[in-house]
């Protein structure tokens, strides 16, 4: 699907323009920065668009929306797929075993789960963990997007194949799109496995030491230290 450009991203564009240009400083004035909207407020009002949801079917079998959560000005972003039963039960993101492991994932990389962001593609669980169908994607979609325009993130992570096809608006295959940037909505954004896949896979080393590649790409864009971390997880 086509994504519009946020505002977030056309700034972005036009300081990297002045940069090619010769310029090394841009000045902003303390009034412009007190006016700026506080994202937090933001996403209040995004969450209370999406209201008690019933624009799709995965309405009548959920118990909780799990609309996401993290610093409101992550410079990093996580998106999975949707909530299975624990985080259905408690109405937050990645809180089950997958989020056990993206927590120590998060910290391999030098940071804290409250410093990033982490939101799901479809906000209701879809019954007995099946794959979301694309009208269901296509429907939660659009809030996923105010999210990440709200927060504008400076990388954006997207955790396995439903993730990344549904933020690059294609069918993709995962081991060929993972380890590289792509961007949506103007942003660096880095496919991985899914950590539930890497806990199926737990025996192999080779899929966490690929997504650990990964994870160093993001550290690398984000200018935290690599040398030394999270190498032996
Ligand atoms: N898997 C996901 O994709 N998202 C969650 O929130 C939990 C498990």
């Given at each position: ?6 505002p ?8 990297c ?11 902003v004035?303390r009034?412009?920065?007190k ?23 995965l ?6 929306i ?33 989020g ?38 296509q ?7 105010a999210?990440i ?6 990388v ?12 690059l ?14 961007y ?45 971390r999270?190498?032996?997880?």
């Amino acid at each position: 699907m086509a994504f519009c450009r946020d505002p977030a991203s056309e700034l972005r564009d036009y300081l990297c323009y002045l940069v090619d240009m010769g310029w090394d400083q841009v000045f902003v004035s303390r009034v412009a920065q007190k006016d700026r909207p506080i994202p937090s407020a933001k996403l209040t009002a995004i969450r209370e668009e999406i209201g008690d949801c019933r624009r799709c079917p995965l309405s009548s079998g959920r118990k909780t929306i799990v609309f996401g959560e993290g610093s409101p000005e992550a410079r990093l972003m996580f998106v999975g797929e949707g909530p299975g039963a624990d985080e259905d039960r408690e109405g937050r993101p990645f809180v089950g075993r997958a989020g056990q492991l993206l927590n120590r994932m998060i910290n391999a990389m030098g940071l804290d789960r409250s410093q990033v962001y982490i939101a799901n593609v479809v906000k209701c669980r879809p019954p007995g963990n099946r794959d979301p169908e694309p009208v269901e994607i296509q429907t939660c979609l659009p809030f996923l997007q105010a999210q990440i325009n709200v927060i504008s993130p400076e990388v954006i992570v997207g955790l396995g194949r439903i993730a990344v096809g549904s933020l690059l608006g294609r069918k993709i295959s995962l081991t060929k799109t993972r380890g590289s940037f792509y961007y949506v909505n103007g942003i660096p954004f880095m496919p991985t496995y899914h950590p539930s896949f890497l806990l199926r896979k737990e025996p192999e080393r080779k899929w966490k030491a690929e997504a650990w590649e990964d994870l160093k790409k993001v550290m690398a864009q984000l200018d935290l230290p690599v040398d030394g971390r999270g190498d032996s997880k």
